[in-house]
């Protein structure tokens, strides 16, 4: 029942900080026959974590003031609460290995801010390395809400590529860019993202007092492969 080395390293380097509070185990079976794969014994271990840390991905800065539920059951853990990414609230996110002989880790999260502070969040993430000329130049204000869908495989040789993916939700936030002199205000509408670029629906907007809607693709998302990014206005 041996874990990959990656998915060891992983549960040694992930808790960072925090309190472990109520902490109980059950322990039902023969230890020889651990994880009880076969349903022959139960293995649980629960807590309570406050104000913890964690560092879930070594190039994303770490989830702060962590308030959850850890659960060690059987051949997995899982860990469900809330806490705050670099500024921005995270108001439910569940994170965990279902298996530890299969090591993928899952994470799902949502969250609420205002869209400068997300920006800057993003500014401090890979995707920096991708799009760090459009982050750089882009300001943006107002209220914004996000999910965020991770699968990422620990195995030791030769992992599958991680499968990230979410949805961003302008609900009346400014944006403006930089390099091309161009500002909206009144931005409303849904991006889907993911590992390797991003997509709007036709987004509602107000550039130069007038009504409009803005189209906005990157990467993956756009229409035209050999194009970078993409956008129009009408």
């Given at each position: 029942h041996k874990m990959p080395?990656?998915?060891?390293?992983?549960?040694?380097?992930?808790?960072?900080?925090g309190q472990v509070r109520g902490g109980r185990a059950i322990v039902s079976g023969d230890l020889d026959d651990w994880p009880f794969v076969k349903q022959n014994g139960r293995f649980e271990a629960?807590?309570?974590?406050?104000?913890?840390?964690?560092?879930?991905?070594?190039?994303?800065?770490?989830?702060?003031?962590?308030?959850?539920?850890?659960?060690?059951?059987?051949?997995?853990?899982?860990?469900?609460?809330?806490?705050?990414?670099?500024g921005?609230?995270?108001?439910?996110?569940?994170?965990?290995?279902?298996?530890?002989?299969?090591a993928e880790l899952a994470i799902v999260a949502k969250a609420e801010s205002d869209a400068g502070?997300?920006?800057?969040?993003?500014?401090?993430?890979?995707?920096?390395?991708?799009?760090?000329?459009?982050?750089d130049n882009l300001q943006a204000k107002g209220p914004v809400s996000a999910t965020f869908?991770?699968?990422?495989?620990?195995?030791?040789?030769?992992?599958?590529?991680?499968k990230l993916a979410g949805i961003v939700d302008l609900k009346g936030t400014q944006l403006a860019d930089k390099r091309w002199?161009?500002?909206?205000?009144?931005?409303?509408?849904?991006?889907?993202?993911?590992?390797?670029?991003?997509a709007s629906e036709p987004l509602q907007v107000v550039h130069q007092g007038q009504p409009g809607v803005l189209g906005l693709r990157a990467g993956s998302g756009t229409r035209d492969r050999g194009q970078v990014f993409e956008a129009d206005l009408t």
């Open positions: 080395k990656a998915a060891v390293d992983w549960l040694n380097a992930a808790p960072v900080g629960t807590a309570r974590i406050d104000g913890g840390q964690f560092q879930f991905q070594r190039d994303w800065p770490a989830l702060q003031q962590v308030e959850a539920d850890v659960a060690f059951i059987g051949n997995g853990f899982s860990l469900q609460g809330r806490g705050a990414l670099a921005v609230t995270i108001p439910a996110f569940q994170a965990g290995i279902e298996d530890f002989g299969r502070q997300m920006l800057a969040l993003l500014r401090q993430s890979p995707l920096h390395k991708s799009y760090g000329d459009t982050l869908d991770l699968l990422q495989p620990l195995h030791a040789k030769s992992p599958p590529p991680k002199n161009l500002a909206f205000t009144g931005v409303r509408g849904k991006a889907r993202y993911d590992e390797g670029g991003f």
